[in-house]
């Protein structure tokens, strides 16, 4: 790819868990990003507690990523229902901002299954990624989570580190986890500048899939407009000047990583990303 020639640096687009592999590639390898934009997950420095031990104990052992832990136990859940009806589940998901199951059910039991579609995504797009899921299964995505503790070690040198490339957060002010995840506190209380000082943050009226929906559109595309492009395009048009490429990282969205065999985590992915970039 030719954004991947040696001193040519990239404008990197990340989303959900593609947001934590762009986090790590302007950790790892600032020299090789001109300018970041990042939606929905905001970044943390590792903590001194572990994520997982963290997680379980504020939000319970129903806590989804809690469930994911076990080594077969959500791809026996999931076993239950065909490939189309999970993607519905997690993706056009309706449930409480926290989602965490009662007591002795499965996080896949306890979604619901949507009625019907929302106006950004279609039945034949929604197949079309299930299509995918058949071939591989889903435990190369949960293994990113299974990776949680894993990444956490190996990101431990880069504690005290802080991301100076520039950033424009972008994040739905619908998106699941919103407030219970302490994103909205994190941003209102502008906590994160001590870690990404380089970083405007954007509130949205949208959901998680911010991305997918006919905004997002052309958000992907801003060099076409659009109006989420408009909130960017300025800020944008200060960094094309040396950038001859965009690399665009999704997590759970609609793109072809599904077909990839991703047991390795995210810190694994990220360092692949930079040593690519290094290759040259």
């Given at each position: 790819m030719f954004f991947l020639a040696k001193n040519i640096q990239a404008f990197v687009v990340g989303h959900d868990w593609g947001a934590q592999v762009a986090w790590y590639l302007c950790l790892f390898r600032p020299d090789r990003v001109k300018a970041l934009v990042n939606m929905g997950v905001i970044y943390r420095?590792?903590?001194?507690?572990?994520?997982?031990?963290?997680?379980?104990?504020?939000?319970?052992?129903?806590?989804?990523?809690s469930q994911f832990?076990?080594?077969?136990?959500?791809?026996?859940?999931?076993?239950?229902?065909?490939?189309?009806?999970?993607?519905?589940?997690?993706?056009?998901?309706?449930?409480?901002?926290?989602?965490?199951?009662?007591?002795g059910t499965e996080i896949i039991d306890f979604l619901n299954t949507p009625a019907s579609l929302l106006a950004w995504i279609t039945e034949e797009e929604l197949q079309k990624c299930a299509s995918k899921f058949e071939k591989t299964g889903f435990t190369g995505a949960l293994n990113y989570y299974r990776a949680m503790d894993l990444n956490w070690e190996l990101l431990g040198p880069w504690r005290?580190?802080?991301?100076?490339?520039?950033?424009?957060?972008?994040?739905?002010?619908?998106?699941?986890?919103?407030?219970?995840?302490?994103?909205?506190?994190?941003?209102?209380?502008?906590?994160?500048?001590?870690?990404?000082?380089?970083?405007?943050v954007v509130v949205i009226d949208g959901h998680h899939f911010i991305h997918q929906s006919w905004l997002g559109v052309f958000f992907i595309c801003w060099l076409y407009m659009g109006d989420l492009g408009l909130i960017l395009y300025d800020w944008v048009?200060?960094?094309?000047?040396?950038?001859?490429?965009?690399?665009?990282?999704?997590?759970?969205g609609f793109y072809d990583w599904v077909e990839i065999d991703s047991s390795y985590s995210a810190a694994d992915f990220s360092l692949m990303i930079a040593a690519d970039y290094a290759c040259c």
């Open positions: 420095p590792p903590s001194p507690v572990k994520p997982l031990d963290f997680m379980t104990k504020k939000y319970g052992e129903g806590f989804y990523i832990q076990e080594p077969g136990r959500a791809e026996r859940s999931f076993s239950r229902y065909d490939y189309l009806t999970i993607l519905k589940k997690f993706l056009l998901i309706d449930a409480p901002d926290l989602l965490a199951a009662p007591p005290e580190a802080k991301i100076n490339v520039p950033t424009k957060f972008i994040v739905g002010n619908k998106d699941v986890g919103f407030e219970s995840f302490g994103t909205k506190d994190h941003i209102e209380g502008e906590g994160y500048k001590s870690h990404v000082p380089n970083m405007e048009m200060v960094f094309l000047g040396g950038v001859l490429g965009c690399l665009f990282v999704s997590g759970f």
